[in-house]
């Protein structure tokens, strides 16, 4: 294997060249066999598969994707949540509902971007798939990225079903004459090699020291038994711990000196691969389930039944689960005793690494840092902009997507600005992000600043609203209780502190949903407003007030939560917006 810095440039070149193949294929019909029969995005619910819908429109529209293909939007059904586990299950329903038998001989591409992304809100209203990254013209997506990255994958693949996320990017390189190939019976697995903090929050995989020798740029093997995000001593005792350098060798004592240490891993899950065969069993049992009431999770709820050393220790384990449901215990039994057997094939690529943007600090740090995602996937610090990229305020490390920013702005060190228009007077300070709003206002948008505008629908008439937030705020945490909520922070500060200073009341009426819990999430307090540099305007005041301890009261708007947005959300006019900046620049690219 080459050193460090050679496996990444290998890995940039060989990103570099499945990049290449795609852009040749966009706009074009592939010969059979040589691409997805089916690309399938799941989501959460009604308003979110409309807007996947009408951006895949406009993305076929604009020949930005392969033809020939069958896309489509596959909505969770009404009711509990029910996990990625349960979306898989529900589309291989839909498939079959479709297409009838037809379906069998299909190689479908199932993405998961169900979820309401509240870790990296600016995906919140369009989607984590359709995140913009900083490079082509036009801007590619993850949608655009995973198509290319899996380029190769159809035309060594039997008909089955190959589950990916919709925001992890895998990038690897193998030698020229090594082909991945998803055709062996049961599942098939991508394993990357990671660090043990790595493995803790991921699948590690048992693999079976017989048929693995650890060298090379690629490798299959079989797995023995796949962990579900475990503690580093279960890793050890399970044997899935190796030395890096002679991976084939578990490395069996937790006694080792810290530069042996740091040659450890374990191998982790990304993506996986289940044939025909597999999706009718699974089809079946989601017929006999009727009704799910719980969330089933794809990787720890599937995968850990397979394999010769599987046990049904997980069953009971619901440290991993987000909401514990009774019936979860009777489900997981039930696909244990469908799957025990199960080979869970695994393709081990010792030359690639997984990369996770799907919270605020991560997507800065790849996007703006220098990350190695950044180097591997040449990502610009202007990407498809209008910017004064002469002018010192921008020879830092920034990203700068679809976005137009006039001569005498500043933008901070590690920023990110998307979609949006920046006027002459606006300073960004350092490790922002700014997301689909105008702002033409003389204005100094603190560090560590999240800012997203999104158009609105109510009354039949579009507004604008747009969320502050700091990008270290929790929007996740919620309360049971409202004499809990001075446990809830905005920009560092209490948030009954932060209500007293917008003169708004703490009541039962201040939070849209008692089902998701009382948080930032749900708390309504952004103005809704009937120009989008206006609802600008109002949410940097309203933090402005927040910093400075002084009042800015939010008396006589109409107010709407985060939830309240993303239900009410106008996804034609946002698409306009980026439209309209899009055509600007395209025009000053011709001249």
């Not at 929050?201 to 017989?210: E, N, R, W």
């Not at 065969?277 to 079946?284: F, M």
């Not at 819990?517 to 540099?533: D, K, Q």
Request: proline share 4%.
């Amino acid at each position: 294997m080459p050193a460090a810095g050679g496996r990444s440039a290998a890995r940039r070149e060989a990103t570099a060249g499945r990049l290449a193949r795609f852009a040749a294929l966009r706009g074009k019909a592939a010969p059979p066999g040589e691409f997805w029969d089916v690309v399938a995005v799941t989501a959460a619910d009604a308003e979110q598969a409309l807007a996947y819908r009408q951006q895949l429109s406009e993305k076929l529209g604009r020949k930005e994707l392969p033809l020939g293909v069958r896309y489509h939007v596959f909505v969770d059904p009404p009711g509990p949540k029910i996990g990625n586990g349960g979306s898989t299950l529900h589309v291989l329903q839909c498939l079959e509902d479709l297409y009838g038998d037809k379906w069998t001989s299909f190689i479908v591409l199932l993405i998961h971007s169900g979820g309401y992304s509240q870790r990296l809100p600016n995906a919140s209203a369009l989607g984590k798939i359709f995140t913009a990254l900083p490079f082509g013209e036009p801007v590619y997506q993850m949608l655009e990225l995973k198509l290319a990255m899996y380029i190769d994958f159809p035309r060594q693949m039997k008909p089955g079903v190959l589950v990916t996320c919709s925001d992890d990017i895998e990038l690897y390189s193998t030698e020229a004459a090594e082909a991945i190939r998803f055709d062996m019976p049961g599942f098939t697995a991508l394993a990357h090699p990671s660090d043990l903090a790595v493995g803790t929050t991921h699948g590690v995989f048992v693999l079976d020291p017989c048929s693995f020798s650890g060298e090379g740029g690629l490798e299959y093997t079989s797995c023995q038994r796949f962990l579900h995000k475990p503690d580093i001593e279960t890793m050890r005792q399970c044997g899935a711990v190796r030395v890096r350098g002679n991976c084939a060798q578990p490395s069996s004592s937790g006694d080792h000196s810290d530069s042996e240490k740091g040659s450890e891993c374990v191998y982790t899950d990304s993506i996986f691969y289940f044939d025909h065969s597999i999706a009718e069993r699974l089809l079946t049992f989601y017929k006999q389930m009727g009704t799910l009431c719980c969330e089933i999770d794809a990787y720890g709820d599937f995968l850990q039944a397979l394999g010769p050393g599987a046990t049904q220790d997980y069953i009971e384990n619901t440290s991993n689960v987000t909401r514990e449901v009774a019936q979860l215990a009777q489900v997981r039994q039930k696909l244990y005793s469908l799957l025990k057997g199960t080979l869970l094939n695994v393709i081990v690529l010792n030359n690639s690494k997984f990369y996770h943007i799907g919270t605020t600090q991560e997507y800065l740090f790849h996007f703006t840092s220098d990350s190695k995602l950044k180097f591997e996937l040449d990502l610009l610090s202007v990407a498809f902009s209008s910017s004064p990229d002469k002018a010192e305020a921008l020879n830092q490390s920034v990203s700068i997507i679809q976005s137009i920013l006039d001569p005498g702005c500043s933008v901070g060190p590690g920023s990110v600005i998307e979609y949006s228009r920046i006027g002459p007077q606006v300073s960004v300070g350092r490790s922002s992000i700014i997301s689909g709003s105008y702002i033409n206002l003389k204005v100094d948008i603190p560090s560590d600043c999240f800012l997203s505008s999104l158009s609105v629908k109510t009354d039949g008439q579009v507004k604008y609203v747009s969320m502050v937030f700091s990008v270290e705020d929790d929007l996740k945490k919620s309360v049971k209780l409202l004499s809990e909520i001075h446990s809830l922070q905005f920009f560092g500060v209490s948030l009954p502190e932060c209500l007293n200073l917008w003169g708004i009341e703490v009541s039962d009426l201040l939070f849209s949903s008692e089902n998701k819990g009382l948080g930032l999430w749900t708390a309504r307090i952004f103005p809704v407003c009937c120009s989008l540099s206006e609802s600008v305007r109002m949410s940097l005041k309203m933090l402005n007030s927040v910093q400075h301890r002084s009042a800015f009261k939010l008396d006589g708007f109409k107010l709407f939560s985060v939830e309240e947005m993303l239900a009410y959300k106008d996804v034609e006019d946002m698409l306009k917006f980026r439209k309209q900046i899009y055509d600007e620049i395209h025009l000053q690219r011709q001249v």
